[in-house]
């Protein structure tokens, strides 16, 4: 039986500060899987003051809790807004002090902001920032949860489907080598496969964590999204990438945006109970 980790918080994404939108992901979800063991870290009561004073503090709180209840055996975990991967992460990283854990972060988006470009260059949004972070480069109160630092090295971080980024992130990225593949370089069934086995033979046999941002697929496909990008994967590609990466430690769902399209809703089905049936 699987081990859900549901996250329902979504107030770090986007601009326009939202306490619904992906925070209704891990309840809905849940319905879908009704006889699998559920966690829910639940946030505190919303305060959109306190939002919009501090985003970065206000967030740190369910960083705690996502750190303090995240399990120490594998799991899937359904967030939330893409904030929820620094404090899932850094928690796996503490628990395995000794291990060189990789991450396969499958989005459109790098997410590898610190706080201070993302305020320059982007929404300011805390849900831009966490790969940053977990790299050791973050909001000092974020960074003060972690034990072991850096939790993450640019050398064991693999982009998939990446299209949108500003340009202070792709600096970054590239000055550190960080391996990307957008869309584009992943197009037909041989580029897909050989990046998956480029990926794999990276990781070795290490410990990697996979984190799947809905919004990595077309919107063409899967609207029910906060922050859609034209020119995504086809959901086929998404089945591949689940299947090539089942045997996970652990599996980070985010930024569903339940808003009643069925197809979507359908999708993360599928999806999730690729593992399902694995686990």
Request: aromatic share 10%; proline share 7%.
């Amino acid at each position: 039986m699987i081990l859900f980790l549901g996250v329902p918080y979504g107030r770090a994404a986007t601009a326009h500060i939202t306490n619904a939108g992906p925070a209704l992901a891990p309840h809905a979800i849940q319905k879908m899987f009704p006889d699998n063991q559920w966690v829910m870290v639940e946030p505190n009561v919303f305060n959109l003051s306190e939002c919009q004073s501090d985003r970065f503090g206000e967030n740190l709180t369910i960083q705690k809790k996502i750190y303090n209840q995240t399990p120490k055996t594998p799991h899937i975990m359904i967030g939330g807004d893409h904030s929820t991967n620094f404090g899932h992460f850094a928690a796996i990283a503490d628990q395995y002090p000794d291990e060189d854990i990789c991450l396969v972060y499958i989005d459109a988006h790098l997410d590898i902001h610190t706080p201070e470009s993302s305020h320059a260059e982007a929404s300011g949004a805390p849900h831009g920032t966490n790969v940053r972070a977990l790299l050791g480069d973050g909001d000092s109160r974020w960074l003060s949860l972690q034990t072991k630092r850096p939790a993450l090295k640019p050398e064991n971080l693999f982009y998939i489907g990446i299209r949108s980024y500003e340009p202070s992130e792709i600096n970054f990225a590239q000055s550190q080598n960080i391996y990307i593949r957008t869309p584009s370089e992943i197009n037909t069934p041989e580029k897909l496969q050989q990046t998956i086995s480029n990926i794999r033979n990276k990781i070795g046999n290490r410990k990697f964590i996979v984190s799947f941002d809905f919004d990595v697929i077309n919107p063409m496909y899967f609207p029910d999204v906060l922050v859609p990008e034209s020119d995504g994967i086809g959901v086929e590609y998404a089945v591949k990438l689940i299947q090539a990466f089942s045997d996970a430690y652990s599996f980070e769902f985010v930024e569903y945006a339940p808003k009643g399209d069925k197809k979507s809703a359908q999708i993360v089905h599928d999806l999730i109970d690729i593992l399902a049936q694995r686990l």
